[in-house]
């Protein structure tokens, strides 16, 4: 028995309806930012260098002289976060407040990003941030301290940062993704973050970082 002529009609005008629905849907944003597609990956032939760095033995003391820079964090779990800080001639202290020797290779590459990174331009924004697109906010913010020649501290802070997101939320100064220098240095200043433990660290160590930066 073949369907009625109604019946073919009612089928047929319910498949259009359904078709033209989802074309008007389509039509809407995305009611939520989708998770961008990573177009790049940190990478870098000085990766793994705290790993290669050696206890500092000897006593030492941070001083503003031999101040390089430093990077902290601000998030909602740890609004004043300290992840390291790098000093002349090649020592760095890490988020748990100790001292290491890096191989100075590591160091003066490492040194010289920090340097190519305060030539980038302003972004006009608050602490100067590049800020990474992601499907939902309150990310945390790194920011580094740099110091200039003439002493002062420049910031350039990262929202957002990740080792395999580099999309920008919005055009930035002529970029639409973090620019290479960044998204090496900070991954590679992330390393001395690994295996810290809030808490135990040595608060005297880090309160002195912080006093001169």
Request: net charge negative; aromatic share 10%.
């Amino acid at each position: 028995m073949f369907p009625s002529r109604s019946t073919i009609l009612f089928t047929l005008t319910c498949t259009v309806a359904v078709f033209l629905w989802t074309q008007v849907a389509l039509s809407f944003p995305y009611p939520y930012p989708k998770l961008p597609t990573p177009m790049s990956q940190m990478s870098s032939p000085h990766a793994n260098w705290y790993s290669r760095s050696t206890p500092l033995t000897e006593v030492w003391t941070p001083t503003a002289e031999k101040l390089l820079f430093g990077l902290f964090l601000n998030a909602p779990a740890d609004p004043e976060g300290f992840i390291c800080a790098l000093f002349e001639p090649n020592i760095v202290v890490d988020s748990m407040g100790k001292t290491l020797k890096v191989p100075q290779e590591d160091f003066d590459a490492i040194v010289t990003l920090a340097s190519r990174s305060s030539d980038l331009p302003d972004t006009g924004s608050f602490r100067n941030a590049w800020r990474i697109r992601h499907p939902i906010t309150s990310k945390p913010i790194q920011i580094l301290r740099y110091k200039q020649t003439d002493g002062s501290l420049k910031e350039t802070s990262v929202y957002g940062y990740s080792k395999d997101i580099n999309i920008l939320e919005e055009h930035t100064q002529g970029f639409t993704t973090l620019p290479d220098v960044l998204m090496e240095l900070f991954g590679l200043l992330n390393e001395p973050r690994t295996g810290y433990q809030k808490g135990e660290e040595d608060i005297s160590m880090i309160a002195k970082i912080k006093q001169i930066l």
